[in-house]
């Protein structure tokens, strides 16, 4: 990241408006390496300055990787009129102009949800090429039979005539099974089962890649994910 202006550097990682930012600093809350900065347009590199606002040191991260343990209920987009979406549980301090949802969970459904606002890792995430496996636990309105694990194994065809491909059907108890996919077709999940005529009455994401969903996360909370350990799991 190159050489910038303190304000604009601050308003990104903070969150904060150019002018909000600004004001701030004329108030002497920001500092470099120290030293009170008065100077808004004064300039600054990211990588080798230690900046602070109101004490607190700004690091920079160029970009920002959150999982949330999604309530049902709420909608998995980044904006909505009226109602309320997953962005609204992101906590202030994790907010970032960009953030969006990687791989979009129904409203009713619940459980393991990533956002980030690097856009290159959410499209290799959500790429029909990249086989990433899902995994969810699904209560269902009735059993499944050894011929509903065979099909899963050979891929569902869906309504449309879709093949969906190789999923795993495993049965954990009545009606609650495990179903692990490598796509993300819209309502991809509940279409499998009503190709079978079962219906879904419950859906949970467990995991994503081999990130699973904390069991301390409660639900309707975020946790912020580092990049490097993000990346062994992906
Ligand atoms: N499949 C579905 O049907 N719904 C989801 O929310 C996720 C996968």
Same mark, same amino acid.
């Given at each position: 990241?190159?050489?910038?202006?303190?304000?604009?550097?601050?308003?990104?990682?903070?969150?904060? &408006?150019?002018? +909000?930012?600004?004001?701030?600093?004329?108030?002497?809350?920001?500092?470099?390496?120290?030293?009170?900065?008065?100077?808004?347009?004064?300039?600054?590199?990211? $990588?080798?300055? =230690?900046?602070?606002?109101?004490? %607190?040191?700004?690091?920079? %991260?160029?970009?920002?990787?959150?999982?949330?343990?999604?309530?049902?209920?709420?909608? &998995?987009?980044?904006?909505?009129?009226?109602?309320?979406?997953?962005?609204?549980?992101?906590?202030?301090?994790? @907010?970032?102009?960009?953030?969006?949802?990687?791989?979009?969970?129904? %409203?009713?459904?619940?459980?393991?949800?990533?956002?980030?606002?690097?856009?290159?890792?959410?499209? %290799?995430?959500? &790429?029909?090429?990249?086989?990433? =496996?899902?995994?969810?636990?699904?209560?269902?309105?009735?059993?499944?039979?050894?011929?509903?694990?065979?099909?899963?194994?050979?891929?569902?065809?869906?309504?449309?005539?879709?093949?969906? $491909?190789?999923?795993?059907?495993?049965?954990? =108890?009545?009606?609650?099974?495990?179903?692990?996919?490598?796509?993300?077709?819209?309502?991809?999940?509940?279409?499998?089962?009503?190709?079978?005529?079962?219906?879904?009455? @419950?859906?949970?994401? +467990?995991?994503?890649?081999?990130?699973?969903?904390? +069991?301390?996360?409660? &639900?309707?909370?975020?946790?912020?994910?580092?990049? =490097?350990?993000?990346?062994?799991?992906?």
């Amino acid at each position: 990241m190159e050489k910038q202006r303190i304000d604009k550097f601050l308003s990104n990682q903070l969150l904060l &408006s150019r002018n +909000e930012i600004r004001t701030g600093i004329k108030k002497g809350y920001a500092a470099v390496n120290g030293n009170i900065s008065k100077d808004f347009s004064q300039i600054i590199d990211p $990588r080798k300055d =230690e900046i602070t606002y109101c004490g %607190k040191k700004v690091d920079y %991260k160029k970009y920002v990787y959150i999982m949330l343990n999604k309530p049902a209920g709420v909608l &998995s987009a980044s904006s909505d009129k009226n109602r309320k979406t997953v962005l609204d549980l992101v906590p202030g301090s994790l @907010r970032r102009k960009g953030l969006s949802v990687v791989g979009r969970l129904d %409203k009713d459904t619940t459980g393991l949800l990533l956002m980030t606002d690097d856009g290159g890792f959410a499209h %290799k995430c959500i &790429s029909p090429k990249s086989k990433i =496996e899902k995994s969810y636990i699904v209560e269902l309105d009735c059993d499944i039979n050894a011929d509903i694990i065979g099909l899963f194994k050979k891929g569902v065809v869906l309504a449309d005539g879709y093949k969906c $491909r190789p999923a795993v059907l495993q049965k954990l =108890e009545n009606r609650i099974v495990r179903v692990i996919i490598t796509e993300g077709k819209y309502h991809q999940i509940k279409r499998m089962f009503g190709a079978v005529s079962i219906g879904v009455n @419950r859906l949970h994401r +467990e995991r994503i890649g081999s990130l699973c969903l904390p +069991e301390n996360l409660a &639900s309707g909370e975020c946790v912020e994910v580092e990049q =490097e350990v993000l990346k062994q799991f992906f």
